[in-house]
């Protein structure tokens, strides 16, 4: 199973909870490009086998959790609002290598690690929220996640020596690390932390927040 280098403090939930709808639009949108990027795989592979067979209802699920995010949207009047460049997700591409056998390991073990990332932060909010709504959404979620996060890592199996993807997940943990950490604080799924200067004072956050 994946695991994560780096864990996301308390200070960060606090400060996206001071604006859900920028928060819920922004996972509507991972969960739009997370389905998008299992259909890629699968176009990109279609003669194994074992990926589109357990990757492909994975891309039905995940725009089932899209529909569900924006639901939640409708229902406090409001709409997706547009999508925006993902800089984590545009890190995590860099590291992944180029040759075909070696980046089709890679593309599965950087989704892997994005789903292990947002459990981390689903169970964080499932915690920590106040909102009855959200805190439900994000526990609901948590089941699917936690079988998105390992079914990657699975499938790599399926392909690739268990002592090769051991060395590569290592590897990209720590890439996944220092990207994440070295991204500025937003009111986003996949931001980096809180500044020091910023953390228990909300007020500070205004300028990098989203208008609602």
């Not at 259909?39 to 990926?51: G, H, K």
């Not at 599965?108 to 990332?117: D, K, Q, T």
């Not at 950490?181 to 931001?191: G, K």
Request: proline share 6%; net charge negative; charged share 25%.
């Amino acid at each position: 199973m994946l695991r994560l280098d780096w864990r996301t403090p308390a200070s960060w939930v606090e400060a996206v909870l001071s604006d859900p709808l920028a928060l819920l639009s922004d996972h509507a949108h991972c969960e739009l490009k997370a389905a998008s990027a299992v259909q890629s795989l699968i176009v990109t592979y279609p003669d194994r086998q074992a990926l589109v067979h357990e990757l492909g209802p994975m891309a039905v699920e995940e725009m089932q959790h899209f529909n569900q995010v924006v639901a939640v949207l409708a229902g406090r009047g409001h709409t997706l609002r547009a999508a925006r460049p993902s800089p984590y997700a545009e890190g995590l591409g860099k590291a992944a290598r180029q040759g075909r056998k070696e980046l089709m390991l890679d593309r599965l073990l950087v989704a892997g690690l994005i789903e292990e990332r947002s459990f981390e932060r689903f169970e964080l909010l499932a915690e920590h929220s106040a909102d009855g709504e959200l805190k439900d959404l994000y526990s609901g979620l948590l089941v699917s996640e936690a079988r998105h996060r390992r079914l990657f890592s699975q499938v790599a199996r399926d392909y690739y020596p268990r002592a090769d993807i051991e060395t590569r997940e290592q590897e990209l943990r720590a890439a996944e690390a220092q990207v994440i950490r070295a991204l500025p604080f937003e009111v986003r799924m996949h931001s980096g932390p809180v500044p020091a200067s910023a953390a228990g004072d909300p007020s500070s956050l205004a300028e990098v927040e989203e208008p609602a």
